[in-house]
């Protein structure tokens, strides 16, 4: 049986970031491949480090992404670090008060290498790549104040020593299906020794769904129809729909880059789609090749899915590209690799987030210049821009920020999106951050005196970011701090990216006398839970 090393799907590239520095200026240089800087109407993202690992008391090394709880505040996990730096399940709020849920301790899994859900039921599910009863990893869930922790499951390898071949180091989280059953994949194992895609009840019974299938007839190495899965979705068809990182091949080996595949709840599977070989002596190729992240649905236009490949394209550093439930792909953009002042980036391991502008978002683990990866964000036609690059600070230490970010980015109910590196932070052992794009400011506001002797403020708010601000509301407006005389609170709506909304606010005249300069100060609330304060001086009429 073929079986994968545990622990290092998620590993740098050190060796492929070398060796392709060559081929990046070659090609920046002949395609003109550029990521599109600032506008002069755009501030440049805020971002915030809200927490770096530490080891023990934390975890380190998170290479998963973040589940915002019903409660608000973002779970996740670290794949080392702990009481015995076999990993740990965090909480973390949205102003960086980090709390230490679990630690791993072997018996009860170790090395979590994917995030987290939140059933219905209210508690954390998740996985584990390794250790557990049979060392092969293990399904778990726990409460979001870290108790009642449970193995509902520890997977029994593809030996056939132990049965059911259920299969064997899973490195993808867990989705809650329709039916209320958790439905997952593993990397290997199986009736075949290519992965599983796997279902568990919430009492923790598990079934395998589908078993990739082995060599095709004729004895080449990889499985026609994929082999290492990774992440999952259920579409709105009701359908699953993933990426396999390898396979691919029929009858010859020019395809064996990573699949495409549904399989339904029944578990028929069907290949929808096998990335190409590279060019001979290249890593060139049209579509993309090993895809390691997971798909997204086109909410609004549902059976339309974004994902990323690790590699290939008209560059050979990784795309992203658009696929319809009926196999249709189309690469929307090839990642330019680092060591040129231009890159944007290269390597994605993880899948996109569709932010609530509709657009997407996301991460490479690499490149952009310094070679410490990026945060990116892509419309569905395919503009893509870097909106930050991890920079190396010394020769020492990575960017405070963080490095080589391995998982996606979540949207938050504040609007701003929260992720994790892998590497970087204080303790080089990796960081949550923030990422702030929806970004307000107060034009000159202009000042008038009515026939009462009142105030009159005409406001003008612009957003100067790159995210719409959905649901713009004044709670609060002071004038040399006396408040307004009307109603709040005032809706202004969404602010789209560049543009403005206008309101007028009456202060008594009380506020100050004429040709004094005093302070304007206004905050609300965008999102469902963001907050903004904006102030100016002006002088008063």
Avoid at 112 to 132: K, M, W
Avoid at 220 to 232: F, Q, T, V
Avoid at 325 to 350: K, M, N, Q, R, V
Wanted: with cysteine; proline share 5%.
């Amino acid at each position: 049986m073929q079986h994968t090393p545990k622990h290092t799907i998620h590993t740098s590239l050190p060796g492929i970031r070398a060796c392709k520095s060559w081929l990046a200026l070659v090609i920046g240089t002949v395609l003109g491949v550029f990521a599109p800087a600032l506008t002069q109407a755009q501030s440049p993202p805020k971002i915030v480090l809200l927490h770096a690992f530490s080891g023990v008391n934390d975890g380190g090394e998170p290479a998963a992404g973040l589940l915002q709880g019903s409660d608000g505040n973002l779970y996740g996990t670290a794949a080392e670090g702990g009481a015995q730096n076999l990993g740990t399940v965090f909480k973390i709020s949205l102003t960086g008060k980090l709390t230490l849920l679990h630690s791993f301790s072997g018996t009860d899994g170790a090395v979590p290498l994917a995030g987290l859900i939140q059933s219905t039921d209210g508690y954390l599910y998740g996985t584990t790549n390794a250790q557990g009863t049979y060392n092969y990893g293990t399904v778990f869930r726990i409460s979001p104040n870290g108790s009642n922790f449970q193995t509902l499951h520890a997977f029994t390898d593809s030996s056939g020593s132990v049965s059911p071949l259920d299969g064997a180091d899973p490195d993808a989280g867990l989705i809650q299906g329709q039916d209320g059953n958790f439905y997952g994949t593993t990397l290997a194992g199986g009736t075949y020794g290519w992965g599983t895609l796997f279902r568990i009840t919430p009492a923790g019974q598990e079934s395998v769904l589908y078993s990739f299938e082995g060599p095709y007839p004729g004895g080449y190495s990889l499985p026609w129809d994929g082999a290492y899965p990774h992440s999952l979705i259920q579409a709105s068809d009701g359908n699953f729909y993933g990426t396999t990182q390898y396979g691919g091949n029929e009858y010859s080996n020019t395809y064996s880059y990573g699949t495409v595949f549904s399989v339904s709840p029944s578990g028929q599977e069907i290949m929808l789609y096998r990335f190409s070989a590279p060019n001979p002596g290249s890593s060139i190729n049209a579509d993309g090749a090993n895809p390691l992240g997971g798909l997204v649905e086109d909410r609004l236009n549902p059976g339309t899915f974004y994902g990323t490949t690790q590699s290939g394209g008209q560059t050979g550093f990784g795309t992203v590209f658009k696929i319809t439930s009926a196999g249709s792909l189309t690469p929307l953009h090839s990642f330019l690799e680092s060591g040129i002042s231009t890159s944007d980036g290269y390597s994605p391991l993880a899948g996109l987030t569709q932010a609530s502008d509709g657009n997407l978002y996301g991460t490479t683990s690499q490149g952009g210049g310094s070679a410490y990866g990026t945060v990116f964000q892509i419309t569905p036609a395919g503009v893509e821009r870097v909106l930050y690059t991890f920079s190396l600070l010394n020769s020492n230490q990575a960017d405070t920020y963080g490095a080589d970010p391995q998982a996606g980015l979540i949207q938050a109910s504040d609007g701003n999106f929260y992720g994790t590196t892998f590497r970087g932070g204080a303790n080089s052992l990796g960081t949550i951050f923030k990422l702030e794009l929806a970004i307000l400011k107060l034009s000159p506001t202009k000042l008038s005196r009515d026939s009462s002797g009142n105030i009159v403020a005409q406001l003008t708010i612009k957003d100067t970011g790159y995210l719409t601000a959905s649901g713009v509301t004044i709670t609060k407006s002071t004038l040399n701090a006396i408040a307004t005389s009307m109603a709040q609170p005032i809706s202004l709506g969404d602010i789209a990216s560049g543009s403005t909304a206008q309101s007028t606010l009456t202060f008594p005249g009380s506020a100050g006398t004429s040709g004094q300069t005093v302070t304007l100060s206004i905050s609300g609330t965008m999102f469902r839970t963001g907050k903004f304060t904006l102030s100016q001086k002006v002088t008063l009429p």
